[in-house]
């Protein structure tokens, strides 16, 4: 049961709004409203909304997983590809199966905000906006484990960064469905999504 708790606890104890961190977050808001004053007359509302929620989204990605984290006094890691779901496998971790679910789910906002935080940029270019999804959702993910190495804050692994990119591509999905795109083109967005789940529930079950 202790292990169901985990993302609320987690959520609670590294939420920006604690202490120093409600200053920080303070000053987040408002270099983004500079920034929207500055583009007034270049960005469209629809821009300036999406636009807003997409970097104040990837501020509390960083928050939770970096900022608000204290250090440790080693360098953690784990080189070993999919290792969670060998050790899920050994020793059905509830926990550790809500955490790979927990990884792909934050980053699916990320995939979801940027087709229309740059719209006009990208158009309707699937492949574009696809590419951009992805490299973003990527980026994000590689530059959160690469800050947690280096300040010692939290594991490196390459799992993370999968399962995020994954999150991500599932939040395009979820865009194409949104702008009433037909099913049978968004339901390859949802397929690595459903083979996380599958291997969980195979690791879980074994």
């Not at 037909?182 to 996380?196: E, I």
Request: aromatic share 18%; proline share 3%.
């Amino acid at each position: 049961m202790d292990d169901l708790n985990f993302p609320l606890d987690f959520l609670w104890h590294y939420n920006p709004l604690n202490n120093w961190k409600s200053l920080l977050t303070l000053v987040v808001v408002v270099i983004l409203a500079a920034m929207v004053i500055v583009n007034k007359s270049k960005w469209t509302r629809r821009e300036k909304w999406f636009r807003t929620a997409l970097w104040f989204y990837i501020y509390l990605i960083f928050s939770y997983t970096v900022l608000c984290r204290s250090g440790n006094d080693y360098f953690d890691y784990k080189l070993i590809p999919l290792w969670s779901y060998r050790k899920i496998w050994m020793t059905h971790s509830v926990g550790l199966a809500l955490q790979v679910f927990m990884n792909c789910l934050m980053f699916i906002p990320v995939g979801l905000l940027t087709p229309f935080a740059y719209e006009n940029y990208l158009g309707r270019d699937e492949v574009r906006t696809r590419k951009m999804v992805i490299i973003i959702g990527f980026a994000v993910s590689a530059a959160v484990e690469f800050l947690q190495l280096v300040t010692q804050t939290g594991l490196f692994e390459w799992d993370d960064i999968l399962h995020n990119t994954i999150g991500a591509i599932t939040g395009y999905g979820i865009y194409l469905i949104i702008r009433h795109e037909p099913f049978r083109k968004a339901r390859w967005y949802f397929l690595p999504f459903g083979l996380v789940m599958l291997g969980l529930l195979a690791a879980m079950l074994s």
